[in-house]
């Protein structure tokens, strides 16, 4: 199960780390305006829409993988054993009985009024 939640970890950061490079490289929708009148992103690799078919696709399916990772991780992370009950179920808290005295490295109690806290003369 470990190695399980480690491989669904390195998914995750790998797609996150590419996409973000992805979204990085990509152009605005101005971009393309410019493009039309003769800018220097006309003659481009995939030609002049394939680039941002191919990177948006791309970027949809890491995102994708990213949620999907993501969602994984959140149900392993919440699943418990059967066998353990309540975290408090283990540690009984006893509250002290009425009539026992407070331990010695206890805090005194402040007093009730401001008066007593004025140094008398």
Partial sequence: MNVLLTAVLAVQMLSALVMIGLILIQHGKGADMGAAFGGGSAGSLFGASGSANFLSRTTAVLATVFFVSTLALAYYG????????????????????????????????????????????
């Fill in 78 to 121: 919440n699943l418990r054993p059967a066998s353990s009950g309540s975290v408090l179920e283990g540690s009984a808290a006893v509250a002290p009985a009425a009539g026992a005295s407070a331990p010695a490295d206890a805090v005194p109690a402040a007093p009730a009024s401001g008066a007593a806290l004025i140094p008398s003369k």
